[in-house]
């Protein structure tokens, strides 16, 4: 009886690394789809491996691009800024307002305000999995980091909250400003100009007026 207990034990302690291993598999297939949806501007693919908390990120950040005023958006943390400012000046007014969440990440996406090089030396490190929930290591240029980008299984699939790339990257350049010496606006305005774009008046401006 007891061999027979032990090698059910084993067998169990085989399952469930199995399911370890293809949990781990589905995290990083999720990580990697994003990524290569990033660096190919196809935002479509981008939504359908993101979580409901960046879904709700992004209605959150819908929400500001319309209505949020000058007072508002000067007070935002510097990415939410750069995104408010870059999507007002490229969209035109009727795009913005048939956008709910998920068309500004596709939209996003595709026109680059999510920069393929924000992933393109981007990997997973060790992943740690509790339950419908996963937490892996960030690499850059394949070093560990001291950042974690989120990841959650939502019916059945592993998604990615992106939102907690966008945390990771915003604490990195609030590093990079500190050490400049720039403040938030002056570090906004350069990334605006590495894209080509400047903030104009009206970018400041709620768009729903």
């Known amino acids: 009886m007891i061999k ?6 084993a067998f169990l302690a085989i399952v469930a690394q199995s399911k370890a291993q293809s949990d781990q598999a589905a ?13 190919n501007s196809k935002g479509d693919i981008t939504a359908k491996v993101a979580d409901s908390h960046t879904m709700a990120y992004f209605t959150k950040m819908i929400g500001i691009i319309k209505n949020a005023d000058s007072v508002s958006v000067d007070s935002l943390p510097i990415l939410d800024k750069y995104m408010v400012l870059l999507v007002r000046t490229k969209a035109t007014k009727l795009e913005i307002m048939g956008m709910d969440g998920k068309a500004l ?3 996003a996406v595709n026109k680059g305000i999510i ?4 992933v393109a030396n981007n990997a997973l490190g060790a992943i740690t999995i509790t339950n419908n929930a996963a937490k892996a290591e960030l690499l850059m240029n394949k070093k560990k980091t001291k950042y974690f980008l989120e990841f959650n299984k939502e019916h059945g699939q592993w998604k990615m909250d992106v939102s907690s790339l966008f945390r990771a990257a915003g604490m990195l350049i609030k590093e990079v400003q500190e050490d400049n010496g720039f403040t938030d606006n002056e570090f906004v305005e350069s990334m605006m100009d ?8 009206n970018a ?3 768009v729903n007026r």
Do not use: R
């Open 4 to 9: 027979y207990y032990l090698t059910f034990l």
């Open 27 to 39: 995290v990083t297939s999720a990580f990697e789809t994003y990524k290569t949806s990033v660096q």
């Open 204 to 206: 400041w401006k709620k």
């Open 115 to 118: 920069t393929p090089g924000s």
């Open 194 to 201: 590495g894209t080509g774009n400047s903030a104009g008046p």
């Open 105 to 107: 990440m596709v939209y």
